[in-house]
T-cell receptor, first 114, second 111 residues
Framework: AAGVIQSPRHLIKEKRETATLKCYPIPRHDTVYWYQQGPGQDPQFLISFYEKMQSDKGSIPDRFSAQQFSDYHSELNMSSLELGDSALYFC?????????????FGPGTRLTVL | GQQVMQIPQYQHVQEGEDFTTYCNSSTTLSNIQWYKQRPGGHPVFLIQLVKSGEVKKQKRLTFQFGEAKKNSSLHITATQTTDVGTYFCAGLDNYGQNFVFGPGTRLSVLP
């Protein structure tokens, strides 16, 4: 079965650079979530989209933005990168309208800011 | 805002021993989910609990949702080395659409 795809899997950037992370949800899933997970930490919710519209916002810095496109893939754009942005970034998708909001997580993108 | 806490933070058990992790929310939850994350992996959904007092079992795993829908527990009977990982609870309150994850309980199983 198709899973959530994230790209790239690893990304190394310098401070003050920008980064774009991509997420391809499971086909027909209507909701996409972005999480940030620091070393030894729990996933921190950043933002979510339902049917391509932003549905909820968590602890996402103003330097970050995200959107979901007509083909349902989502991108997380990160600007003016800081050392503290180094983390694993997970995308998850679910079929909210099914009544079962199980989230399927992608493999994550490991971002390292030098 | 909603806060989700988990105890213990770490648990080391001998293979064959039982293990329990507890999850507590500062607000009443509409539902709660449990995830397992192996070292170097991504969170994998285990189960969702919706009803007050609900108990669900998956082989050696028993999940419980409190009567007040503010706490939950995950119990593993006779742990195996394959149970190693971090177990997260994630709570959805009655107002939002995003899940708040607890800090997780890291389980290590000694053979």
């Amino acid at each position: 079965a198709a899973g959530v795809i994230q790209s790239p899997r690893h990304l190394i950037k310098e401070k003050r650079e920008t980064a774009t992370l991509k997420c391809y949800p499971i086909p027909r899933h209507d909701t996409v979530y972005w999480y940030q997970q620091g070393p030894g930490q729990d996933p921190q919710f950043l933002i979510s989209f339902y049917e391509k519209m932003q549905s909820d916002k968590g602890s996402i810095p103003d330097r970050f933005s995200a959107q979901q496109f007509s083909d349902y893939h989502s991108e997380l754009n990160m600007s003016s990168l800081e050392l503290g942005d180094s983390a694993l970034y997970f995308c998850a998708s679910s079929l909210w309208t099914s009544g079962n909001s199980e989230q399927f997580f992608g493999p994550g993108t490991r971002l390292t800011v030098l | 805002g909603q806060q989700v806490m988990q105890i213990p933070q770490y648990q080391h058990v001998q293979e064959g021993e039982d293990f329990t992790t507890y999850c507590n929310s500062s607000t009443t939850l509409s539902n709660i989910q449990w995830y397992k994350q192996r070292p170097g992996g991504h969170p994998v959904f285990l189960i969702q609990l919706v009803k007050s007092g609900e108990v669900k079992k998956q082989k050696r795993l028993t999940f419980q949702f409190g009567e007040a829908k503010k706490n939950s527990s995950l119990h593993i009977t006779a742990t195996q080395t394959t149970d190693v990982g971090t177990y997260f609870c994630a709570g959805l309150d009655n107002y939002g659409q995003n899940f708040v994850f607890g800090p997780g309980t890291r389980l290590s199983v000694l053979p």
